[in-house]
């Protein structure tokens, strides 16, 4: 089992940014990849981006070059920068991880983040 806890969700303005964190424990040498998901009400989970590899990143369509996901390893945490925040990014953020042999999801509890306008 991995366990994950995110922090570093608020109100932001829009124009502005927010960094969220995430750790992990566990079972952390299992994990594959980690990686952020959003929820908005009335809308389906979405990625927002995901790595397993510093060369094996993808990112949300909508990301447009304004989020930087970054994972240390050694500490089992992934963060997210996210600049420029827009009203549409309101949403609650999960952290998320693949883990075993069966990719498992395992997922944080959600983290508020809200743009105002």
């Known amino acids: ?16 940014s927010l960094k969220l964190s995430c750790a992990a424990s566990g079972y952390t040498s299992s994990i594959k990849a980690m990686g952020w998901y959003r929820q908005a009400p009335g809308k389906e989970r979405e990625v927002v981006a995901r790595t397993s590899t510093p060369d ?25 920068q996210m600049n420029d925040l827009k009203p549409e990014d309101t949403a609650v953020y999960y952290c998320w991880a693949g883990a075993g042999p069966l990719w498992e999801n395992f997922w944080g509890q959600g983290t508020q983040v809200t743009v105002s306008s």
Request: net charge positive; no cysteine.
């Open 1 to 16: 089992q991995v366990q994950l806890v995110e922090s570093g969700g608020g109100l932001v303005q829009a124009g502005g």
């Open 56 to 80: 094996r990143t993808n990112y949300g369509n909508f990301v447009n070059g304004r989020f930087t996901i970054s994972r240390d390893n050694a500490k089992n945490t992934v963060e997210l």
